[in-house]
Each structure stands twice: as structure tokens, then as C-alpha cells.
């Protein structure tokens, strides 16, 4: 199994820039590729990015695209979301996710989870 801790999260200004990371422990070289998800309250968990763990691959959803960067760094198994030009509608807890294989947009392709971090974006 593999563990996941997210951090980074918080209050920002609209416009503004966040970075929240998302470390890996345990079983990682079972990993195929990382995402990151978020929900927003009375909202349904959505894909934001995800990222093959050993290919050079991203995808995006389209409303954060040429907003957002996801990165990693295996040697340190992390996984990073880069977050500029933030909007309120970005608002809502961020959860990285791993899988094995599947669907990069599909949450249920995903095995394990993080506890997940706020991200508040005033306006």
C-alpha cells in the first residue's frame, strides 16, 4: 500500500499563487501515475491534474490548464500542484491520489488517497 500526506494548503488572494505537495511513502514503485482531485463543498470531487510517475506525461482539466503545473520528484516521492493565477472558484480541499492503472481523470481509478488540504482563494 501507499501512503499519502498533502500539505501546502491555505488562505490566498485571488490572483495569487499556491503550491501544495503530496508525499509518498510505502509501496511507491507500485505507483503508475499521480493525480490531484479537489472538492468543493456541495460539489462533487473533480479531477484537477494528474502525472505518469515514470514517463514524461500530464494532463489537466481544462478549467485549470495554463493555470496550474503538477510536477514530481521521485527521489523524494513527491508530487507537487503549482497553482497561479488563482480564482475563488478554485476553492476547496486538494487530494492527491495514486493508481496502479486506469483512467487518469476517473477518481475511481485511483487506490490510495490523502487526508487532503484546504485551499481558500478569496476575491
Known amino acids: 500500500q501507499v501512503q499519502l500526506v498533502e500539505s501546502g494548503g491555505g488562505l490566498v488572494q485571488a490572483g495569487g499563487s499556491q503550491r501544495v505537495s503530496c508525499a509518498a511513502s510505502?509501496?511507491?514503485?507500485?505507483?503508475?501515475?499521480m493525480g490531484w482531485f479537489r472538492q468543493a463543498p456541495g460539489k462533487e470531487r473533480e479531477f484537477v491534474a494528474a502525472i505518469s510517475r515514470n514517463f514524461d506525461a500530464t494532463e489537466y482539466a481544462d478549467s485549470v490548464k495554463g493555470r496550474f503545473g503538477i510536477s514530481r520528484d521521485n527521489d523524494k516521492n513527491v508530487v507537487y500542484l503549482q497553482m497561479n493565477s488563482l480564482k475563488p472558484e478554485d476553492t476547496g480541499v486538494y487530494y492527491c491520489?495514486?493508481?496502479?492503472?486506469?483512467?487518469?481523470?476517473?477518481?475511481?481509478?485511483?487506490?490510495?488517497w490523502g487526508q487532503g488540504t484546504q485551499v481558500t482563494v478569496s476575491s
Open positions: 491520489a495514486t493508481a496502479h492503472s486506469g483512467t487518469w481523470r476517473d477518481w475511481t481509478s485511483y487506490n490510495s
Open positions: 510505502g509501496h511507491t514503485s507500485d505507483i503508475s501515475f
